[in-house]
């Protein structure tokens, strides 16, 4: 701080001045100006303590320089304490960007260490599906060398077609995740699953996705050894349990003696036992063949409205015990479908059967079935507890049981469900549950449509194979109904009822398992007639032509169809199946 001194300096005293203040030269300038404004003075008289008895004067002006140059002197030592300052952070800086980087740059080759050693194969795809990166095991699982490029790389995953599979299930809908399991060059089998990155939020951010590729030979070997070891020891079971079913039949029978009512109930109880343990063996046998891909699915032309509804009488008593009313609401004008009846009567009683058990007594089960250019869904609705989210997800895992109150005695294996799903896949279809606690549930499933001239060729082939071993023959009739009048919707409310009765009166006046009735064509119905000796043949077209008459004279003042047929005969008409239907359109003729 700059004092009066310092602005004396070598001065010499001048003399005594009449100066209204005065001053010691140890003052700072800065309280001296103060004094001056205070007292309205110019100059100031700077005592020198007296040693030669006169005083030095500084003016106004003077003791501003001496601030002024206080002032710039600390500015100065201001700007050196900045560049001290910003030298200094710089210098911080510098060493925290270097710390920064060299962490990031650690962190960075730990994770590259980390992703180059697993062994899982990594895939980074960018959102036009193109390859950013990959790891060494990657290449390796897919057949590559260390040294393959990302260009051999993504014609490798090309000969799997997973990027088409990628691409195509983005185009169908917003797929975030999916899985491709595949087998390489050597014959292992890999597992390709890819997820859409998303960031913390798991919002998917597309900017791309993730491919992890795992080896799971050995894990499948390892299933399919449990696969087969449960089948095995299913087989081994089943023959005792039907020799004690037999037994406890013949025992109640009265084979073996009279017996007493304490004894029958006795084994009435373990026959139920034998029963329920046979069924358990059945489900263990049907998980352990779809699991192994053994399951055989017979398929043929289907009546799912008829399969339905006989399927549905069978548990009637069942439902009525409970008080429970049971009941199908199905449209007999549904198409058939293309499946193994056996499987999908499997799958109906599973459900059904369910159905029964979680609902309370004095409840409502509804079968339905529709259809539409996509196939046929049949949905078991129950008015029941319902099934929690949770449970939903996990519902059709093996021996997952339904977390719903059920009675004595409604233990299962937790495999019905499954067994299902499992079916349903066979057929190329899906299973689903829509539910809600406390407002019951519906189990639905859906069978992809086929068409009818795919459904008709296939089941011909199939019958041709079996009889050409067996020397039977089968006949093929159409049923076709013309009008000139096409655009009448009259025209379509009288065929239709008529090809409806037709096809269900069908079940009836074909006889066996082998005989098949199918729509066609909107006015044209085709029917199969297997083991065709002439009798069978003339006995359906007899009752063909009685419903057609029928229906045609109780609808009296419509508009008028022509009903035609026409017949063909295998092997007679034509030594293959596929011809017979271009036969039977050439020996179309009126019906009457």
């Known amino acids: 701080m700059v004092r009066i001194a310092d602005l004396i300096g070598s001065r010499q005293p001048e003399g005594n001045c009449d100066c209204k203040l005065t001053v010691s030269a140890d003052e700072t300038a800065r309280d001296v100006l103060l004094k001056m404004q205070e007292q309205d003075c110019d100059f100031i008289a700077v005592d020198d303590a007296g040693q030669t008895g006169k005083q030095i004067i500084l003016s106004k002006d003077e003791v501003l320089q001496g601030l002024l140059a206080e002032l710039n002197g600390t500015q100065d030592k201001l700007k050196e304490l900045y560049t001290l300052i910003d030298n200094s952070l710089e210098e911080r800086l510098d060493s925290l960007r270097e710390n920064v980087v060299s962490n990031a740059e650690k962190e960075i080759n730990k994770l590259k260490l980390a992703v180059d050693n697993m062994s899982e194969g990594l895939i980074i795809l960018d959102p036009a599906g193109d390859i950013e990166n990959a790891n060494p095991a990657a290449k390796k699982l897919l057949g590559l060398d260390d040294t393959a490029d990302l260009e051999a790389l993504a014609a490798a995953i090309d000969d799997f077609g997973f990027r088409r599979m990628l691409n195509k299930e983005n185009e169908d809908a917003k797929v975030n995740r999916g899985e491709l399991v595949i087998k390489n060059t050597t014959g ?23 491919v992890t590729i795992r080896d799971i030979t050995e894990e499948v070997a390892a299933e399919k050894t449990k696969t087969e070891f449960v089948s095995a020891i299913s087989h081994e079971l089943r023959t005792p349990i039907t020799s004690m079913q037999n037994a406890v039949s013949n025992m109640l029978a009265g084979v073996t003696g009279k017996v007493s009512k304490k004894m029958a109930a006795y084994l009435y109880a373990m026959k139920d036992d034998c029963h329920r343990y046979a069924d358990l063996i059945n489900d263990m046998l049907d998980v352990a063949s779809i699991e192994a891909g053994d399951m055989t699915i017979l398929r043929r032309a289907v009546n799912i409205s008829n399969l339905i509804d006989n399927k549905v009488s069978k548990f009637t008593d069942k439902a009525t015990a409970k008080n429970i009313d049971l009941s199908c609401n199905v449209d007999h004008r549904i198409r058939s479908i293309y499946a193994d009846p056996q499987r999908i009567t499997q799958i109906l009683g599973n459900l059904i059967t369910n159905a029964i058990k979680f609902t309370p007594e004095s409840g409502k089960i509804t079968v339905t079935v529709n259809e539409n250019d996509q196939g046929t869904t049949v949905a078991v609705e129950d008015n029941g507890i319902g099934i929690s989210p949770e449970m939903q997800q996990d519902i059709f895992s093996k021996f997952n049981q339904i977390d719903r109150q059920a009675g004595a005695g409604y233990n ?45 060729n296939k089941y011909l082939d199939d019958l041709q194979r079996r ?60 029917f199969i007639i297997a083991n065709a000796e002439k009798t069978r043949i003339q006995a359906v077209l007899k009752k063909i032509n009685e419903i057609v008459k029928n229906r045609i004279r109780n609808n009296c003042g419509q508009p008028l169809i022509s009903p035609m047929s026409g017949v063909a005969l295998y092997p007679g008409d034509s030594c293959n199946v596929r011809d017979l239907e271009k036969v039977a359109r050439g020996n179309i003729e009126a019906m009457f």
Request: glycine content about 10%; charged content about 20%; some cysteine.
């Open 188 to 210: 292992r089998i890999l597992c390709m699953q890819w997820t859409e990155m998303a960031d913390e939020s798991d919002y998917f951010t597309g900017q791309g996705c993730v």
């Open 412 to 456: 299962g294996s937790g495999l019905g469900l499954t067994i299902c799903k499992g079916i349903i896949a066979l057929h190329g279809g899906r299973i689903w549950v829509e539910s809600e606690p406390g407002s019951g549930s519906k189990f639905c499933f859906s069978i992809p449509a086929t068409d009818p001239a795919v459904i008709l």
């Open 467 to 526: 009889y050409d071993k067996t020397g039977n023959k089968l006949a093929l009739i159409i049923a076709r109904f013309e009008t000139a009048d096409v655009e009448n919707t009259q025209v379509a409310d009288l065929i239709g009822p008529l090809t409806e009765e037709l096809l269900t009166a069908s079940d009836h006046f074909m006889g066996t398992s082998d005989d098949l009735a199918i729509q066609t064509k909107d006015f044209e119905l085709t």
